[in-house]
């Protein structure tokens, strides 16, 4: 019982006691047996000489009025004890229902009968340092709801959910392995399309340089003597002489020379 409901106690027996005196004294004044209040009051010079019986039959009315209040509350009272009594159970039932199935869990309890396995998880609540205090009723309940749920138990042992934790956490490990090697190849795929695009930068670069090279000399080799082609020989109207013809004229000039100073000799 609390503080609370040891003070809301204590003021309804003391009103219930207030009541029965000052009821009893009135009843003993109205028989003459004892004397009434005396109260010397006035109200505006006036003397009021039975102030003193109207304030103590009024006190005694007002207390007799509030013992018909007295069974509500006591009504009150049972019902939020009873209410708290019920929460206590509740938990104390819920707290022994956790400590026997976890043990179910861990499979401690072997026992296939109903009877065998229900007395044998009470045994195991009594044994519990923690639990032993608990009431019979209590360990009772929590034993059976641990009997029923023991299929609960048996899928969710310790051993399964233990053994999905290790295989979840492998998944997981190989899901970052598997992240880390896709990122490394992104990074390959990355640094090979740069690559790829520098070559090409590079290749394109060359190409013009290139073309700009044979542009230079297609234009430099008719000013040096060499034919470029056939269609640049007549662009020009064979104003180029190829290279190999005047070479063969120069022979021929050089021979015609020779050719008198023989006949002369």
């Known amino acids: ?36 209040f005396e109260i010397d009051a006035r ?8 102030a003193g019986v109207a304030l103590q039959v009024g006190f005694t009315l007002f207390c007799v009025g509030l013992c018909f209040f007295l069974p509500a509350s006591r009504r009150i009272l049972r019902l939020e004890q009873s209410h708290r009594d019920f929460h206590m159970n509740m938990e104390d039932v819920a707290r022994a229902y956790r400590t026997s199935h976890a043990a179910d869990r861990a ?9 065998d396995s229900v007395r044998e998880r009470i045994n195991h609540l009594r044994n519990h340092p923690d639990l032993g205090a608990l009431e019979p009723g209590v360990m009772e309940v929590a034993a059976q709801m641990s009997h029923e749920s023991r299929e609960l138990a048996r899928i969710y042992s310790t051993e399964k959910v233990e053994r999905a934790r290790e295989f979840l956490r492998a998944r997981q490990e190989e899901a970052a392995r598997m992240d880390d090697t896709i990122k490394m190849a992104r990074d390959t795929c990355d640094q090979l399309r740069h690559w790829l695009l520098e070559v090409q930068t590079e290749e394109a670069l060359v190409r013009r340089h290139l073309g700009k090279l044979e542009a230079d000399l297609l234009e430099l080799l008719p000013q040096l003597g060499f034919e470029t082609s056939v269609e640049d020989r007549a662009r020009r109207g064979e104003t180029v002489i190829p290279l190999n013809r005047h070479i063969g004229e120069q022979a021929q000039r050089l021979q015609a020379l020779s050719q008198p100073q023989g006949r002369d000799k």
């Open 43 to 50: 109200y505006g010079g006036v003397t009021l000489p039975w």
């Open 1 to 36: 019982m609390g503080l609370g409901t040891m003070a809301q106690t204590g003021a309804l027996v003391a009103l219930a006691v207030l009541a029965g005196l000052m009821g009893g004294l009135t009843l003993m004044s109205l028989a003459g047996i004892a004397p009434w």
């Open 107 to 115: 499979g401690l309890f072997r026992a296939s009968s109903e009877f």
